[in-house]
């Protein structure tokens, strides 16, 4: 079985550096997806991928191409639901984790959030990326990317 990659939906991801970071560490191969915009690397476990520019042209690249077992990086709810029942696994660039357990309410909550922002009662204010979001991702993907390499060891 090969080991892990992390999958990273690279449009407006604050924590490309922490994925680097975490994916060299463990030796893994790191593929950021985006519709364009990406430096290249000379890093041989680094890759680029440019999708074109249709609306879900970079999720739908990534779930054609991850595997059971890979780890996923995206903020993208939609994405995640995707993703998760296919085995993957999947955190967001705070550190939250996208589960089997998690995911349906983690859509009904986007779904009414996006709901409120229609209709005007919420204006759709996130709150801002902070410090510590990054400290959490850098945590939390380090032990998502631990757990999917002991599980591809698994008989």
Do not use: Y
């Amino acid at each position: 079985m090969r080991p892990p990659q992390i999958f990273v939906d690279a449009d407006a991801c604050p924590v490309k550096n922490e994925a680097v970071t975490v994916a060299q560490r463990h030796g893994l191969i790191v593929t950021f997806v985006s519709n364009g915009g990406l430096r290249p690397s000379r890093d041989p476990m680094i890759r680029n991928v440019v999708v074109s520019k249709g609306a879900d042209a970079a999720d739908d690249w990534i779930v054609e191409n991850a595997r059971p077992n890979d780890v996923a990086v995206t903020a993208d709810v939609p994405l995640a639901a995707r993703l998760v029942p296919a085995g993957v696994h999947v955190i967001g660039p705070t550190g939250r984790p996208f589960t089997p357990e998690s995911i349906g309410m983690a859509v009904a909550m986007r779904d009414l959030k996006q709901h409120l922002r229609e209709t005007g009662e919420d204006r759709g204010f996130n709150r801002s990326f902070a410090a510590r979001d990054r400290s959490e991702f850098l945590s939390a993907l380090d032990r998502t990317v631990r757990r999917a390499m002991n599980a591809g060891r698994e008989p």
